[in-house]
């Protein structure tokens, strides 16, 4: 009896244990606009910030504020905004590794990695430091660096390579 007891306690357990929590969708966003320049922030809105249910991060109901500008609504503060319904208010603050998560971060690195300012923006720094900043724990730089080379790499591939990366979305 008690056997059983345990090896149902294990299945459950092993069920019910989240992975390791990731940023949400407000951290994604200002950690992408920090490293590669303001002007993403239209496209880090359409595919971060509108994917609630992906990046995590509760709307704020009580915070959305919309506009009127030459006939056509404006959202004032996007991060407040409930997409879909008032659900995602309810969503968790923390971000969750998925498939889908990992789809849309490929496909914003990708528009990131392409972007002529974003390159400037990369190459305007140190690549060493740049690259030691991306990271919040010194043995996640030194995997990096071991397995990619920061000096003879195009700045785009760098770009792409760094912003892949899951590791810099650990909190």
């Known amino acids: ?4 007891f345990i090896l149902i306690s294990l299945i459950v357990a092993s069920f019910t244990i989240k992975g390791e929590p990731l940023a949400n969708r407000f951290y994604v966003k200002n950690f992408l606009l920090a490293k590669f320049g303001k002007h993403l922030e239209p ?3 359409e ?7 992906i990046f995590n991060g509760p709307c704020d109901i009580y915070g959305q504020v919309v506009v009127e500008e030459k006939s056509k609504l404006k959202e004032v503060y996007p991060e407040a905004t409930c997409y879909s ?5 309810k969503v968790d603050m923390n971000g969750k590794k998925s498939t ?3 789809a849309w971060i490929l496909k914003t690195c990708l528009a990131i990695s392409k972007n002529e300012e974003s390159i400037k923006e ?3 720094q140190d690549r060493k430091k740049y690259v030691e900043s991306y990271f919040s724990y010194k043995e996640d730089y030194k995997d990096f660096i071991k397995s990619f080379d ?3 790499s195009k700045t785009s591939e760098l770009i792409l390579k760094l912003c892949t990366n899951q590791r810099w979305q650990r909190i």
Do not use: C, E, P, Y
């Open 1 to 4: 009896m008690f056997k059983h």
């Open 43 to 45: 496209l880090l809105n």
């Open 47 to 53: 595919t971060i910030i509108k994917n609630i249910s």
């Open 85 to 89: 319904d008032i659900s995602q208010s």
């Open 100 to 102: 889908l998560r990992k």
């Open 122 to 124: 990369v190459n305007s």
């Open 150 to 152: 920061i000096k003879n």
